[in-house]
């Protein structure tokens, strides 16, 4: 299934490359990237060089991570929360980073915080979520499920009236950017800006492979992991902690991508089964296989002009989740 997983990114990342409004030879893209990543061969011609390593290869691997990242947030909060259903955006971590990311990008709201970066915005805006949701989940020292989702819809609510405002107080030119963004996008990705959030991401799914004991047992209830040794809210505290920075990076990278985290777990675990240290890293490899794909898709269906991505994962994502509603309701497993 790794290799697997391994192989269908690598296809996608080629494809993406080398597709879209111009088409770029294979041969081309294997000798840009050997020239500036290995540092040898001959120079690639200047047009399609900069095509490949200036405009495709950034977005390529920003809808990589995000990918995964979502993917693996997913998996592990439907396994924390024990509801198929449930997918990052949950939290209201997203709710919260776009939140913030629109009072930057909205000058009619927010005028002295037009030199801080969308980014970082974001990523600030869902740890302030994460905070608050943490706040409102506590009940006598003890964080659980049903009250970590509780509290994510409550603070997700109110941060999306809080974002419906600042649009509405936005100028039109504003307008369009702002739900471009919210509805997801990697376009304008830079290879230097990506550094730090893949380096978090991969070490936020290094830390998760080593708690797969953990996560096992969590996903069978608090009192069987509780009768194996674990500390399930010390355990659950820090999951939320690393599905909100998993779920922050992706929306400072991408805006709001839906239904990747609801999605890609469940397909992976038809395949791997519901052990977490199989089911995670072939979640994250499937995930920024997919959202290569997907980003593929927004940008080359209708050349020149370019799709935000959760139209096209909401198209796939809305049937499986009604199909998925409809088997829970059923008795089916999940």
């Not at 011609?45 to 995000?66: E, S, T």
């Not at 355990?235 to 609801?262: D, E, K, M, N, Y």
């Not at 991505?309 to 998925?324: D, E, N, Q, V």
Request: with cysteine; hydrophobic share 60%; net charge positive.
């Amino acid at each position: 299934m790794l290799t697997a997983g391994a192989l269908a990114l690598v296809a996608a990342c080629v494809l993406a490359i080398s597709s879209g409004s111009v088409t770029v030879p294979l041969g081309q893209v294997w000798t840009t990237l050997r020239y500036h990543v290995l540092g040898s061969g001959a120079a690639p011609n200047a047009l399609d060089g900069m095509i490949v390593w200036q405009l495709r290869v950034p977005r390529v691997l920003a809808a990589a991570v995000v990918g995964a990242s979502l993917a693996v947030a997913g998996a592990v909060l439907q396994g924390m929360v024990r509801n198929p259903l449930a997918d990052p955006f949950v939290l209201g971590v997203s709710s919260g980073a776009a939140l913030a990311a629109v009072a930057v990008m909205s000058s009619a709201s927010a005028l002295w915080l037009r030199n801080v970066g969308v980014p970082v915005a974001g990523f600030a805006g869902a740890m302030i979520a994460l905070v608050l949701v943490l706040l409102f989940a506590h009940q006598h020292g003890q964080f659980t499920g049903p009250r970590i989702v509780l509290a994510g819809v409550g603070v997700g609510q109110v941060a999306a009236a809080a974002t419906s405002l600042i649009q509405l107080r936005s100028e039109p030119a504003e307008i369009r950017g702002i739900l471009f963004w919210m509805m997801g996008s990697v376009a304008g990705a830079e290879l230097g800006a990506l550094a730090l959030p893949a380096a978090l991401a991969a070490g936020c799914l290094f830390w998760l492979m080593v708690q797969g004991r953990g996560l096992n047992a969590l996903s069978m209830g608090d009192d069987d992991a509780v009768a194996l040794g674990i500390d399930v809210n010390r355990l659950r505290v820090q999951l939320i902690v690393i599905v909100a920075v998993l779920t922050g990076l992706s929306v400072a990278i991408a805006g709001g991508v839906g239904f990747v985290g609801l999605m890609i777990p469940h397909v992976v675990r038809t395949v791997t089964g519901a052990d977490y240290r199989r089911l995670l890293p072939a979640a994250a490899l499937f995930g920024a296989a997919f959202l290569v794909l997907i980003d593929l898709a927004a940008r080359a269906i209708d050349v020149p002009n370019e799709y935000p991505l959760t139209i096209f994962t909401a198209a796939l994502g809305g049937p499986f989740f009604l199909w998925l509603l409809k088997r829970s309701r059923s008795g089916g497993a999940v």
